[in-house]
């Protein structure tokens, strides 16, 4: 890095501003009050966790900004979209998000719904309408329904509601955030670094570098415990969301099964285990993977 | 045809078979609540209309089997999606379906929403697995989403749920069938003939012929047409749900805005549009687009 490096706090301004532009332009214009739900769901807010993922390892691995801009869009619609159905009165029976009132709220339930059904469908068709390859598309398809599905987010989704009451295993806490959660920012990831493949020669997509992979898990689960730790221990206010949440709901997490001292140390662990995967990876001066560690800080330290 | 050709019946029965089967593997396996619930909303029931028109459309193309089964089983997923979805207390609130307790009541509302969710990402999957090229596997996903997100299924719901109690213009409603029900039909078709596009070649996709557009677009809106003189002139235990439901729940439909006979001799004319558009389409004795014809007939006459 030379000194016209841009700082951590330059980049992810800069690459918010063009993740927020890339979703404005793939979500439909606000010409219909379904389509007003599905921008208020998505725009103005969030950390853009998963763009920023994506785009940093997509900057590592040397893709085009065009297939980054479809991919981030991609991954925060299908996000979005989780959040829209979790915060219903019948799933998590949240009344704030990001610091505004949840959709079913702000909107209705049938609204929440369908916004949340249209942006998932979005998702896919942002990623058909990124002037991919056909070979990549096919294979940026795959990366996102695998993570989102009933192997996934959603399968995650329904055993964090089936979990009310229970005390899991450590092990079984963990299939759960790497499900609910992990799966999706491992997808990122993934997806990132997919964006990279030739899109003029139809060969296969090449392997994901194991390193990555493992970086990819690390964040991802390190993620969670940071929720569960910021759930227990911050207001409702600095998390744009109701804080103390699980508790009320009696819902296990890291820190009711864990303690919070043993949580807090197991992030950290699994953040030096993705500072760790990422010193193994090859890199250029043209390829650096300085942004995934950076993210991996801010992963681990975030106070929202 | 000659005599040893099956009867249409004949047909639909083998062929329901195979797109059972072929939902039975594309679904996950029910090791987990959740994938319980998805087969519940998908397996053992539904009359199947828009497999039934992707395996009619790819017949007459000369589709591969294995691609048929891929994008039947895709379609049929997103409709019960759908339908898991519209039953919910905030949608149409629907206690009953394909004569069996509609999902949030058999699980609870919760499992519903996810298992609708969940569908819908199983859906693309499926298209995704069907060992189809690149492209046309691009072009499935495309063809899908486009019709299944808020331009398409998701945005005709909207208008529907947003219609109570409204006194839309024909042209309105018109509007809302062809996004709420045609455009999965009309995808199905599409869907069927995009599978027989060559997967070894690299070229694009050849034009769908406009002949079958027509068809498909016909067919599409007779669909609802025929839906809504059921839900006024029959019984609930013939429909498999409840019967007169548009009327409870003030929605404007065929019959409240163009009256029983209107609505009747409308469905005739589509079909008979249908019939014209499958008379003009080439075909010969190895890609006989009889069995499209005898799926519109079916639509046209259908009691439940």
Redesign the interface.
């Known amino acids: 890095m030379n000194e016209m490096t841009p700082s951590f706090e330059q980049w992810r301004s800069l690459r918010l501003a063009r993740i927020e532009r890339a979703l404005d332009v793939a979500l ?1 214009p606000a010409n ?4 007003q739900v ?1 921008r208020y769901a998505v725009l103005g807010n969030g950390k853009r966790i998963r763009p920023l993922l994506c785009v940093a390892a997509g900057e590592w691995a040397g893709a085009p900004d065009h297939a980054l801009d479809a991919a981030a869009a991609a991954l925060e619609m299908m996000h979005a ?2 959040l829209a ?1 979790d915060d ?1 009165p ?2 998590d029976n949240d009344r704030v998000r990001h610091g505004k009132p949840a959709l079913h709220l702000r909107y ?4 929440a ?2 916004a ?3 942006l ?3 998702a ?2 942002t ?3 990124g002037e991919l ?3 990549q ?2 294979a940026l ?2 990366e996102l ?2 993570a ?4 996934g987010m ?2 995650g ?3 964090d ?2 979990s009310a009451g229970a005390h899991p295993t450590h092990a079984a806490l963990e299939k759960m955030a790497r499900m609910k959660t992990g799966a999706l920012l491992r997808a990122a990831v993934r997806m990132g670094a997919l964006c990279a493949a030739s899109p003029t020669e ?1 060969a296969d997509i090449p392997p994901f570098p194991e390193a990555l992979e493992r970086y990819a898990s690390a964040i991802g689960l390190a993620f969670q415990m940071v929720d569960d730790i910021l759930d227990a221990v911050s207001d409702s206010e600095t998390l744009g969301k109701t804080a103390g949440k699980d508790a009320r709901d009696r819902k296990p997490n890291y820190v009711s099964i864990l303690g919070l001292a043993a949580s807090r140390a197991q992030v950290e662990q699994l953040r030096n285990a993705a500072l760790a995967a990422l010193a193994s990876l090859p890199s250029s001066d043209q390829k650096p993977a300085h942004r995934l560690a950076q993210l991996a800080d801010f992963i681990a330290k975030r106070a929202y």
Request: with cysteine; hydrophobic share 45%; proline share 4%.
């Open positions: 439909p219909t009050r379904l389509h599905m979209y989780s159905h219903l019948s799933m209705d339930e049938a609204a719904i369908l949340g059904d249209a998932q469908t979005q896919f068709m990623l058909i309408e390859a056909p070979l598309c096919a398809v795959r329904a695998t989102s599905g009933s192997a959603a399968g989704q329904a055993m509601i089936e139809n």
